[in-house]
């Protein structure tokens, strides 16, 4: 064997022996370690990978542990969580509703979770991790894993989905294989907890709100936006500000804002959300909530981007793109395309004068690379 291949059987041999001690009851280690956290990182990334649909052995005790260790991290004053530089680039990913494998592969470019390449980058995710997929249990864990690990680089907002009366209608508890129906009540309870402590949204250097779905209608200027962004916590009322950001959303062919007659929702028009990026002097609004067969949609003159990073999967090839959109340090930005096999580079280029995005490819380009994605 090379260098290589003992390192590699080596580094094996070491995660069977922690995912042994992950399975054995808490007392023996008392609380989670970080090599702890690799191990089940590690094992949801094969278990994935090699389409496995089982459950986590894990005790529930150690994944209520586990819950509570991220919430810790959401818990943090919100200047923090609900504010970043673009002192790296950072990568905006839209709904996974249980589905890891956009995100598998754009980690892959960039030399896997946890290297020095990967480590130079922040990694931003606008909600919607879960719904009634088999791996929507394992996608939650491993990003809460992540937010542990990595707290500086990993960026996690509230989704629709990540709201209790919602996760509860579509099931999500059954998701939670092997665990009695006692300790996965006791787990979605401990989730939803650590849910509701989740900022609403993101600033970028004042410039580029990052938001699950929805803007806050009637903010007049920036230092409103920020000051309702630290004050709103998703648990507030449910008819709320908080609401507004994960439920409301743009509507085309709408020049003004109405209510969604089914759910009460705000829709808003082009002429509303260009007046609230303009009166809070933004330059780009991205938000995710809402499936896109290209995997992205611009609105709102360019003003408003829709991205979509999950794979339909229904047992036959993907139907549509999945994008993740990559901001720059010098605020130029492209969306990298996910189609089957091969990644599209769909850029979009700044105009430096203006600072709009103008896109300069066709999805259906011939511009491509070879896919570096994890092989089945």
Not at 26 to 31: V, Y
Not at 313 to 335: C, M, Q, T, W
Request: glycine content about 6%; charged content about 30%; overall charge positive.
């Amino acid at each position: 064997l090379s260098e290589e291949e003992k390192k590699e059987a080596k580094e094996k041999a070491g995660m069977k022996r922690l995912m042994k001690r992950l399975k054995a009851p808490a007392s023996m280690f008392g609380r989670w370690k970080r090599s702890h956290l690799r191990a089940l990182q590690r094992n949801i990334f094969e278990r994935y990978l090699a389409g496995k649909t089982d459950h986590i052995e894990v005790p529930a005790d150690d994944i209520v542990k586990l819950i509570d260790k991220a919430k810790a991290q959401f818990e943090l004053p919100l200047c923090e969580l609900a504010f970043t530089r673009l002192t790296e680039s950072i990568h905006v990913f839209g709904d996974l509703r249980g589905n890891l494998t956009v995100f598998f592969r754009h980690i892959r470019s960039l030399g896997g979770v946890g290297t020095k390449k990967w480590k130079a980058h922040k990694f931003m995710f606008l909600g919607n991790y879960i719904n009634s997929e088999p791996h929507s249990f394992d996608v939650i864990v491993l990003l809460f894993c992540l937010k542990i690990l990595y707290p500086k680089n990993i960026y996690l907002l509230r989704g629709y989905y990540e709201t209790e009366p919602v996760n509860k209608a579509i099931g999500f508890h059954k998701m939670m294989k092997g665990f009695s129906e006692f300790d996965a009540n006791r787990i979605a309870g401990a989730l939803n907890e650590a849910f509701a402590c989740m900022p609403s949204a993101c600033l970028v250097e004042d410039k580029i709100l990052l938001v699950h779905s929805g803007i806050l209608e009637g903010v007049k200027n920036l230092s409103e936006l920020k000051t309702k962004i630290k004050i709103i916590s998703p648990s507030m009322d449910p008819n709320g500000p908080a609401n507004e950001l994960l439920m409301s959303a743009p509507k085309r062919g709408l020049k003004e804002s109405e209510n969604c007659p089914k759910t009460g929702a705000r829709r808003h028009g082009e002429d509303t959300l260009l007046k609230f990026a303009e009166d809070c002097g933004l330059e780009l609004i991205v938000r995710a909530g809402q499936m896109l067969m290209n995997g992205y949609e611009n609105f709102a003159g360019r003003k408003v981007l829709s991205i979509y990073s999950e794979f339909l999967n229904d047992g036959k090839p993907p139907r549509n793109h999945a994008a993740v959109l990559v901001i720059k340090r010098n605020y130029e930005a492209h969306l990298a395309i996910y189609a089957d096999d091969k990644l599209t580079e769909d850029h979009f280029r700044v105009d430096h004068n203006y600072n709009n995005l103008l896109t300069s490819l066709e999805l259906t380009s011939e511009r491509s690379v070879p896919d570096q994605g994890p092989k089945k």
